[in-house]
């Protein structure tokens, strides 16, 4: 399992270095990647972090753009299966970390986890036990939130550990499962400097279908503080954030009636401030208005809990049923988990129009198939909030874009695949999308139309393709004979892709696991394979039938290499010194061409070309007597490094001998030293 501390700062001075520092003694022998998500600091205190961190990893934003985007900025650079939210204000103590993480598994990733949360001492960087918090309260009507302690929520057991059911988040510090926080469609990234953003997540959680779990045995420390001393918040996008929560978790009645109640609360129209408070934050909500009906549409068509239920989960005085007019409500039922039914989303507001984008729906995963075939992949939009519908008679403009980092898939390179954007135009929808290259990762859509001089995008979510592995017949059929069969099975157990042979999908192909960005069916190493040969097994096996062919011609000029280099012509007349002082005449000596077989053999038949290609398959390394790489077979030499010739008698011609290199005298460091017998003792694929 594959964790990603996300780390969020914004101006945090020596803090962030010492949340970094207090991350990295408590992780002990867990491996888990540290990304610090910074919101435009100016102090110094991330270029800190770089210096004396190697190992973290850092994304910026060039603007300020607040606690909720820069979440959001953090999780789409992390790589792990579970995201662990800290600030960089906070230190967790021992084992907590590992606590969590082992929570959000327990849980099946289908909840968010937090700690008990201690006040932390920024100054001698220290948790004050004496001062501690527990769960987290919501009320519905005013967004205000407060305390809860352990007695106060219901326990439930979780594995062997009693955890607490939370009402809601506070976002200092919890874990999620990466599925679950895509489900949740992620922290929203309209959001403004700061506020409920937790809340909100914490909502969307629990209407989802899902829970949020306390755990009072994990703790993290966090300064806590009355004002802000590093940036200002401003009134209205606070409560614009509100707007936004409410609008995308409250069904149409409770959203009009809150609307109502809250802009009569925060009427402060006076002679300084010409106009209220609550009609400028409606609109600096109202500039990020399409972004939140996406997000409503998607949430309310897939949740199983509304705000009523929720309301009478945790003993909430508002809202309940009878307070609303029958038409204004959904139907609700009592839902006791996810597989109940779900309320259909709620239109938008008359007159405002929305582009929504239908299909693919959120996350979903699309595969290459079997015979290395791009899927097809059908995107749909729609208009909403006009009326009659324009959806037909408008024209989309789509774009597609595939990203591939192989950096986040086991040991895989740095490298990134990211093929042409494609673009297209469209009378109405829907687009059927034809990838031109084979290629996988992460999938984005995007649409945009002008409606009523407006220019409306929606975008898509989570969407990603992922390969197949070839079907074991295929892949056979495909390889001309057992030989590249076998050398298949050894290098790769017949697979394309880091999953289960004969069809299984991942979306990382498989790399070598010496770290030297070797990939597919036949471990192509070098040189690099293109992009093609990454992705498509049948490009793949092609370069490896081509590889194996090129080192038979390689082969087979050997013999001739060697006789040609001055040292073997040193020998040679060595040799010949030594006859003629003995009496005898001197003879030609020429070096033997390596015998062959073709492949189509039996493994235990096969000539010395062949053998000598397998081995140049993995790589000739070393060097040989003569200063040529090192092949499968080598001119024997005397124990006094001399020539052994064989000479017909009578003759004055005679020829040198072959013998197989040994394991023990090939580099140990390079390649597999008995790489031909392990790949002929493979199972063919």
Not at 286 to 295: G, L, T
Not at 533 to 561: C, F, M
Not at 581 to 588: H, L
């Amino acid at each position: 399992m594959h964790v990603s501390l996300v780390i969020s700062a914004h101006n945090e001075g020596p803090s962030l270095s010492r949340t970094v520092q207090s991350c990295i003694d408590v992780l002990e022998d867990m491996h888990a990647e540290i990304v610090v998500a910074d919101d435009a600091s100016e102090d110094g205190s991330v270029e800190d972090v770089e210096r004396s961190f190697p190992v973290v990893r850092t994304v910026r934003s060039a603007t300020r753009c607040g606690a909720s985007p820069t979440k959001a900025m953090g999780a789409d650079a992390a790589r792990g299966d579970v995201l662990v939210f800290l600030d960089g204000h906070t230190k967790p103590e021992p084992g907590s970390l590992r606590r969590l993480i082992e929570d959000v598994a327990s849980a099946d990733g289908q909840a968010i986890v937090t700690p008990r949360l201690l006040s932390l001492d920024v100054d001698r960087w220290s948790n004050d036990p004496l001062q501690a918090g527990h769960g987290y309260r919501l009320d519905l009507s005013t967004f205000d939130c407060g305390w809860l302690d352990s007695s106060d929520m219901t326990a439930v057991r979780v594995g062997r550990r009693r955890l607490y059911e939370s009402p809601s988040l506070i976002g200092c510090a919890f874990a999620i499962s990466r599925q679950l926080y895509d489900i949740l469609w992620g922290m929203d990234r309209d959001m403004l400097c700061w506020g409920v953003e937790d809340l909100d997540f914490g909502l969307k959680c629990w209407l989802m279908g899902n829970r949020v779990l306390h755990d009072p045995d994990a703790t993290v420390g966090h300064r806590f503080r009355e004002s802000f001393d590093n940036y200002e918040v401003p009134s209205e996008h606070f409560f614009a954030n509100q707007l936004r929560m409410a609008r995308k978790n409250f069904t149409e009645g409770t959203w009009r009636q809150w609307l109502e109640f809250m802009s009569r609360r925060h009427l402060q129209v006076s002679e300084d401030v010409p106009e209220s408070l609550w009609a400028r934050a409606w609109l600096t909500f109202h500039r990020r208005k399409s972004s939140v009906e996406q997000e409503r549409a998607y949430l309310h068509a897939r949740r199983s809990r509304d705000e009523i239920w929720y309301a009478r989960r945790f003993g909430l005085d508002w809202p309940h049923l009878s307070e609303f007019p029958e038409s204004a409500l959904f139907a609700v039922q009592e839902l006791a988990g996810s597989g109940g039914p779900r309320p259909s989303p709620s239109p938008a507001p008359s007159g405002v129009p929305t582009l929504v984008l239908l299909s693919p729906p959120r996350n979903q995963t699309f595969a290459i198939t079997g015979d290395a075939l791009m899927p097809t992949v059908t995107a749909e939009a729609r208009i909403l909030g006009v009326s009659p519908d324009p959806t037909s008679t408008t024209d989309f403009h789509w774009t597609v874009q595939i990203t591939f980092d192989s950096s986040a898939c086991r040991h895989g390179p740095h490298r990134t695949i990211n093929p042409p954007a494609i673009t297209q135009t469209t009378r109405g929808t829907p687009l059927s999308i034809v990838f031109p290259l084979v290629r996988g990762g992460l999938l984005s859509i995007q649409v945009q139309a002008t409606v009523n001089g407006r220019l409306l995008t929606a975008r898509s979510q989570g969407l990603s393709i992922v390969g197949t592995n070839p079907p074991a017949g295929t892949l056979h059929a495909a390889l001309p004979h057992d030989v590249l069969r076998r050398i298949a099975r050894h290098e790769s157990q017949c697979k394309q892709f880091d999953a289960q042979a004969d069809g299984g999908t991942s979306g990382c192909p498989l790399f070598s696991g010496d770290n030297l960005g070797g990939v597919g069916v036949m471990q192509l190493t070098s040189p690099p394979p293109t992009d093609d040969q990454v992705w498509s097994w049948h490009a793949n096996i092609d370069e490896g039938i081509r590889r194996l062919s090129s080192k038979v011609t390689s082969a087979r000029a050997y013999p001739a290499q060697v006789q040609g280099t001055q040292r073997f012509r040193d020998l040679v007349t060595t040799f010949n010194a030594a006859r003629v002082a003995s009496g005898k005449p001197p003879v030609q000596v020429t070096v033997p061409a390596f015998s062959s077989s073709g492949f189509a053999v039996p493994v235990g038949a096969l000539g010395q070309v062949e053998l000598d290609a397998i081995r140049g398959f993995n790589g000739w390394g070393g060097r040989d007597a003569f200063g040529l790489p090192l092949h499968e077979f080598r001119v024997v030499l005397d124990a006094t490094g001399g020539l052994v010739v064989d000479i017909p008698v009578g003759s004055n011609r005679g020829s040198t001998r072959w013998e197989r290199v040994p394991a023990a005298a090939r580099p140990q460091t390079f390649g597999d030293p008995d790489y031909v017998a392990h790949a002929l003792a493979a199972t063919p694929c």
